[in-house]
Every structure is written in C-alpha cells, then in structure tokens.
C-alpha cells in the first residue's frame, strides 16, 4: 500500500481590518477569516491609531503590528489558537505601556 503525504497550502494574508472586537483578514484564497479581538489582548488595548499600523510580514504569512509589538501568523488564524503569551508577559508589557504613556503626559505638560 501506498501513502502519499497531501501538500497543504496556507494561504496568505492580504489585508487586515479590526473594528471594536473583531479581527478579520482577507486571505489570498478569498476567504475572509475572523475572531474575536479578545484572543490577542495586546491588540484589544490597543488605540485605533496603533490598530491601523500593521504589516505583512513573511510575504503575508503573518502580520506584524510594530507600535504594540504583536505578531500573528495566519496559520495560528486558520487553526483557531489565540494569542500564546503568558498572562505574565502580558502584564508587563502592559505596565511599561502605562509608564510610557504617563511619562508622555509628564513631557506635554511641561511649559516651553
């Protein structure tokens, strides 16, 4: 008996849209896959500004969102596996964001 393996192609990314709790990708397929925005807690803080800053990344094997540092790769879409990062992680990162934006504040206010 022979067993041929099935090659399997993941489509790629084309375009990204998020709106207040979905995150949806255009794929090259022409399928449009989305999830909850609650599955990558760095995007669901995230401002709309810092929503609408992302790349394809990996010929749009992924996409990549530089100002909060997240990237999530359309396989882990198509799979249905939310965001990995350890609660741990999470609240750090979520720290030095808050000190980043109070120490923003601090410098606007201060008089020329």
């Known amino acids: 008996m022979t067993i041929s393996a099935a090659e399997i192609t993941i489509p790629t990314a084309e375009s990204v849209g998020i709106d207040d709790d979905t995150l949806s990708v255009e794929l090259s397929d022409g399928r449009t896959i ?3 925005l ?3 807690p760095r995007l669901s803080y995230a ?3 810092e929503r609408k ?3 394809l990344i990996g010929r749009g094997q992924g996409i990549h969102w530089e100002d909060i540092d997240e990237d999530i790769s359309v396989e882990n879409l198509l799979a249905g596996r939310p965001s990995g990062e350890s609660q741990a992680s999470f609240k750090k990162w979520l720290a030095a964001r808050s ?3 109070t120490t923003r504040g601090r410098q606007r206010r201060r008089p020329a």
């Open 47 to 49: 401002t709309r500004a």
């Open 38 to 40: 609650a599955w990558f």
């Open 99 to 101: 000190a980043r934006r």
């Open 53 to 55: 800053h992302w790349r």
């Open 34 to 36: 989305s999830v909850p």
